[in-house]
T-cell receptor, first 117, second 115 residues
Framework: AQKVTQAQTEISVVEKEDVTLDCVYE???????LFWYKQPPSGELVFLIR??????QNEISGRYSWNFQKSTSSFNFTITASQVVDSAVYFC??????????????FGTGTLLAVQP | DGGITQSPKYLFRKEGQNVTLSCEQN?????MYWYRQDPGQGLRLIYY???????QKGDIAEGYSVSREKKESFPLTVTSAQKNPTAFYLC??????????????FGEGSRLTVL
């Protein structure tokens, strides 16, 4: 069965701390996509990254970095030197195992990150 | 600016009433989606549409209906048959790339409360 698990329900850190959000997935597909979205208090989900299953290179974008490891079925997200503006709910998502017939995504339950000043 | 507009942002409904949530996009995207978000449960797919005049049920379609008469519009009706309609509803759209799964673009959501 396809599933995305975000075991951390809530994380609280103090500004400038580094924080890692965990994501573990299950899929029967050999080709799949993984995503991270940010949901600030305004409500809309903001796309952060998409990763193809064949590309295991880690990615860095400013203070954000992602570690994709197929061996452990994990796609973790690290924020370096966190800021108050990083406070949000973060969702990890996996593409549906339908060979790409749709763009349906399976979402994890989200991790609420609170960055204290 | 290009984007997805959902309305209303907040909506209150009495039990037994149908209510329609609006979703409009000007991104020229082919595919549109409706998700429901409940605390601690993430996002669950209600309906999706890949082309005009066609739509498919998602994981929790019971008690909901949709239409896709225009490319830019995908309204969701929450009917009185929906047992627990109080939730946050998110509309999304994406480019249709066939075998490549593209990212979803989301609206700001509509919060429905049943009194």
């Amino acid at each position: 069965a396809q599933k995305v698990t975000q075991a951390q329900t809530e994380i609280s850190v103090v500004e400038k701390e580094d924080v890692t959000l965990d994501c573990v997935y299950e899929t029967r597909d050999t080709t799949y996509y993984l995503f991270w979205y940010k949901q600030p208090p305004s409500g809309e989900l903001v796309f952060l990254i998409r990763r193809n299953s064949f590309d295991e290179q880690n990615e860095i974008s400013g203070r954000y970095s992602w570690n994709f490891q197929k061996s452990t079925s994990s796609f973790n997200f690290t924020i370096t030197a966190s800021q108050v503006v990083d406070s949000a709910v973060y969702f990890c998502a996996l593409s549906e195992a339908d060979g790409g017939a749709t763009n349906k995504l399976i979402f994890g339950t989200g991790t609420l990150l609170a960055v204290q000043p | 600016d290009g984007g997805i507009t959902q309305s209303p942002k907040y909506l209150f409904r009495k039990e037994g009433q149908n209510v329609t949530l609006s979703c409009e996009q000007n991104l020229n995207h082919d595919a549109m989606y409706w998700y429901r978000q409940d605390p601690g449960q993430g996002l669950r797919l209600i309906y999706y549409s890949q082309i005009v005049n066609d739509f498919q049920k998602g994981d929790i379609a019971e008690g909901y209906s949709v239409s896709r008469e225009k490319k830019e519009s995908f309204p969701l009706t929450v009917t009185s048959a929906q047992k627990n309609p109080t939730a946050f509803y998110l509309c999304a759209s994406s480019i249709w790339r066939g075998l490549n799964t593209g990212e979803l673009f989301f609206g700001e959501g509509s919060r429905l409360t049943v009194l």
